[in-house]
């Protein structure tokens, strides 16, 4: 074969320990999985994945790669609130061009993959009469195809009824080949005005085919409730399956009545909602004393009443979010502790929330399976519990039978009485070497 990975734990749900597997790969697809020392003989390239966790890619379904790496241009965004991280973004934006933003997008994409997210869905700001951003990530998309499943969303990032031209730019967007149609209903001057663009993404759906994926109600008002709209929509449209709403950090705020209502119509629907938990526990509640809001849309009970629950990474130094590397455990890591997802099953199903749940979003072949693409990930760590826990080099990064990236774990010694101690940060013996 072309590649055997060996004694690796396959990606389980649930939490119940698989037994160790060897994965053998023909070409770019998964053609083999036997139990450890099942694909014995020689082979084209071997690793040995010493019990550690095999998983499918991870996925980010959520990140503005035409924004990243810009934090501090021109200034600083001090209020840390989400609008003045919009303005100083207007600001930037006069200044983007087509390298400009290549370059940056090219590093943060690298980011990325090299800590084992294969696919990207990016949101890219029309708001833009000459479409800077999106033609160079167009460009962008084809080149790193080797390395990531890059995903462009057409995103009206200062509205698309309060921006001249805001519809026309939407359509020329999609008719440049972007994959997606973005939207941000509660940033329009109006309620009305979000409900119509609201109706206009599902429009403009209905005329290019193609999937949508909003910004939805990224406020702490809890009269902002575009959401219903969208679910409506999408029951009416019959897009079930095919719409993600991002953010809705407004259910955060909304009351307890109203939200199980909501839960309700959005599970019929089949809306995929997106928490983007490391921009949003920093922008949200900007406007509270104490008690202070924590900004998260509500994943546990999302998750609990059978919607389908994403975690996106939405920034990695820009004018929203000045941290951040790129690290969809990060992210995750930041989800489990908001959203208090500490239990044991929560941390095995947080992880979902990374990997199979924004797959199914954005509708792609997905999993270790045979048959399936050879794409996934060896971390330096023995189950997913451990993975947001540690958040562990990605040992090998594997795409279309390719290894595209590898890392040397970090070793720690400590110096103590007279002898040197190796730290591995495991609690159990037979953690991986
Ligand atoms: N734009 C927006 O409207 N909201 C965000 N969180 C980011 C960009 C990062
Ligand atoms: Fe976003």
Redesign the pocket.
């Known amino acids: 074969m072309d590649l055997v990975v060996r004694d690796a734990r396959l990606h389980p749900t649930g939490g119940t320990r698989t037994e160790p597997v060897d994965v053998g790969v023909e070409g770019d697809r998964i053609v083999a999985i036997r139990p450890r020392g099942g694909l014995a003989g020689q082979h084209t390239t071997e690793l040995e994945a010493d019990g550690r966790l095999l998983s499918p890619p991870l996925v980010d379904p959520h990140v503005?790669l035409d924004?990243v790496l810009t934090v501090g241009e021109p200034r600083h965004n001090e209020s840390g609130t989400?609008i003045e991280?919009?303005l100083t973004?207007a600001e930037r934006k006069r200044s983007l061009t087509h390298e400009d933003v290549k370059e940056r997008a090219r590093e943060a994409i690298l980011w990325e993959v090299g800590q084992g997210t294969g696919l990207i869905r990016s949101?890219v700001d029309v708001c833009d009469p000459n479409l800077v951003a999106l033609r160079a990530l167009l460009e962008l998309r084809e080149e790193l195809a080797d390395i990531v499943d890059l995903r462009l969303i057409a995103?009206p990032?200062d509205g698309i009824l309060s921006f001249p031209d805001g519809k026309a730019l939407m359509r020329e967007a999609m008719r440049l080949g972007c994959d997606v149609i973005g939207g941000?209903p509660h940033?329009e001057w109006t309620r009305e005005d979000g409900v119509e663009e609201v109706h206009f993404l599902f429009e403009l759906a209905r005329e290019t085919g193609r999937d949508i994926d909003l910004?939805c109600d990224?406020t702490d008002d809890e009269q902002s409730r575009f959401l219903e709209v969208v679910a409506a929509d999408t029951i009416r449209e019959g897009m079930g399956g095919r719409v993600v709403a991002g953010?809705t950090t407004a259910m955060g705020s909304y009351n307890d009545a109203y939200a199980f209502k909501l839960l309700q119509i959005l599970k019929r629907a089949g809306v995929t909602i997106v928490a983007?938990p490391l921009?949003?526990i920093s922008?949200q509640g900007r406007f509270d004393s104490y008690p202070k809001r924590r900004g998260m849309t509500r994943v546990k009970e999302l998750d609990a009443a059978g919607v389908n629950v994403a975690c996106g990474h939405?920034?990695i130094m820009?004018p929203?979010?000045p941290l951040g590397r790129g690290s969809m455990l990060d992210a995750l890591s930041m989800l489990v502790h908001v959203g208090q997802m500490t239990g044991r099953g929560e941390l095995f199903r947080a992880f979902e929330m990374v990997t199979s749940n924004p797959a199914r979003a954005a509708r792609v072949e997905y999993g270790v399976k045979e048959g399936r693409p050879a794409n996934f990930v060896v971390f330096d760590c023995e189950d997913e519990a451990e993975a947001i826990r540690l958040r562990p080099a990605a040992r090998w990064v594997v795409r279309a039978g390719r290894l595209v990236a590898e890392t040397q774990p970090a070793m720690t010694v400590v110096r103590h009485a007279g002898s040197e101690h190796r730290v591995t940060f495991a609690k159990r013996e037979g953690a991986p070497a």
């Open positions: 503005h924004a989400l991280g919009i973004w949101h995103f990032q941000i940033y910004h990224e953010h983007n921009d949003n922008l939405d920034s820009d929203w979010y």
